[in-house]
């Protein structure tokens, strides 16, 4: 199977680049002009030339600007949502007019689609919520309609809070805990969604070899948990003390909405299609996958 991918040099691609590469042809999708025939594109401006020497039989879509990666100025929330939008409808165009379209279009999305909505347990049919990343990713998945009009299968893929110890959220945290500076956020009782990135690797792999799944496919560990449970994990994990609880108040005062919606919303996703169709999580539970990621390194 030839599969093009997008975003391939962030966590997850980089990731998704070398298992995929085992047993199928990759292609990277290029922001700066390669050898002929290659693929490459730049999104502003609208910019686009897929594969010229062999066709296409499948796309993961990650490109996307990072939503952690500096405070949401109305400059960057701009620059996030162009990023996702600009850039899935400049794909999915290209990809619907190809004479041979790919079978299988993953696009990421988030579960950030669902807002905040306390411990109320959400599956793929759940509403849509509010809030700044929930209408992202809302418009992120709308754009891949020329993709599914065409015939293409199209699933968008709901990521959790991906972890791993070599990048994402993981490797931030570690620091403060060591110093016995970790703690919950806020009350804690936030829910938060997860899923290891070996999990996240073999989800794709699995979908792309399973027809039957399409639309909306929530990709998440089917253990949810709140964030003082995550707190303690982690600190047992560590071997250091976790009692340095940080204020709703401080948060939001230091990181506004971007600290309000990636630190204390809550959402309690459940993976039901992935598992109705019988995908086999490795890592269920959170304290054993944190020792799993985290043993290497604390040895």
Not at 74 to 86: D, E, G
Not at 206 to 229: A, F, H, K, M, W
Request: proline share 6%; charged share 20%; glycine share 8%.
């Amino acid at each position: 199977m030839n599969i093009l991918i997008t975003g391939s040099s962030g966590l997850i691609g980089s990731a998704l680049r070398a298992a995929l590469r085992e047993q199928h042809d990759v292609t990277c999708m290029s922001r700066k002009k390669p050898a002929e025939g290659q693929a490459w594109w730049d999104i502003k401006r609208h910019v686009i030339h897929l594969p010229e020497n062999h066709p296409i039989d499948a796309v993961i879509h990650l490109a996307g600007e990072n939503i952690a990666g500096g405070p949401w100025t109305a400059t960057r929330k701009q620059s996030i949502q162009n990023s996702r939008i600009q850039g899935t409808t400049l794909l999915c165009e290209a990809l619907a007019s190809l004479e041979r379209k790919p079978e299988c279009l993953i696009s990421a999305s988030a579960v950030g689609f669902y807002g905040s909505q306390g411990p109320e347990k959400l599956d793929e049919s759940s509403p849509a919520g509010q809030g700044f990343l929930a209408e992202v990713c809302q418009s992120w998945e709308n754009a891949t309609s020329s993709a599914t009009d065409a015939g293409i299968r199209v699933v968008r893929a709901r990521l959790g809070v991906v972890l791993d110890k070599h990048g994402g959220m993981l490797p931030r945290m570690l620091l403060p805990f060591r110093l016995a500076l970790g703690g919950p956020l806020g009350h804690g009782r936030q829910v938060m969604s997860w899923v290891s990135l070996t999990d996240l690797i073999r989800s794709f792999d699995y979908i792309l070899n399973n027809p039957d799944l399409q639309g909306p496919v929530n990709i998440t560990s089917p253990n949810p948990v709140t964030n003082e449970v995550f707190t303690q994990a982690l600190a047992q994990t560590l071997h250091r003390p976790a009692l340095l609880r940080i204020p709703n108040l401080v948060i939001e005062s230091l990181l506004g909405d971007l600290g309000h919606e990636l630190l204390l919303a809550s959402q309690y996703v459940c993976p039901e299609k992935l598992q109705a169709s019988g995908f086999e999580f490795n890592h269920k539970e959170i304290a054993p996958t944190l020792e799993h990621l985290l043993q290497k390194s604390e040895s």
